[in-house]
């Protein structure tokens, strides 16, 4: 079992930066375990945010945050954190962290069923 604790919410206004972090917990996520970040703004489906390999090697984005946000790994402190800058009020929503046990080979890291555990999510709101 994993459990995965989000922190680094906030309010910040329009262009200025947070960065999100999960702290995992209950087996160790730095090896083989695939992390990801969803957001979920109100009215909204949970949407992909950023993932990266177990390995920290390789990264995907979804299109809206590419070149503002990045995802990086931290396997002796068992983290996974997203660095946002530059951030518009669309970026508004409850943050998850998400860890999945499947190979990267797979694919597919934009769906929420690649993901097995998941955090209880943390508050961006980003005021215009």
């Known amino acids: 079992q994993v459990q995965l604790v989000e922190s680094g919410g906030g309010l910040v206004q329009a262009g200025g930066s947070l960065r999100l972090s999960c702290a995992a917990s209950?087996?160790?996520?730095?090896?083989?375990?695939?992390m990801g970040w969803f957001r979920q703004a109100p009215g909204k489906e949970r949407e992909f945010v950023a993932v990266?390999?177990?390995?920290?090697?390789?990264?995907q984005y979804t299109d809206a945050v590419k070149g503002r946000f990045t995802i990086s790994k931290d396997n002796a402190k068992n983290t996974v954190n997203v660095q946002m800058n530059s951030l518009k009020p669309d970026d508004t929503a409850v943050y998850y962290c998400?860890?999945?046990?499947?190979?990267?080979?797979?694919?597919?890291?934009?769906?929420?069923?690649?993901?097995?555990?998941w955090g209880q999510g943390t508050q961006v709101t980003v005021s215009s």
């Open positions: 990266i390999k177990w390995d920290g090697g390789q990264t």
């Open positions: 998400a860890a999945s046990s499947r190979p990267w080979s797979s694919g597919s890291w934009w769906s929420t069923a690649r993901y097995d555990y």
């Open positions: 209950g087996r160790t996520v730095s090896y083989y375990y695939t």
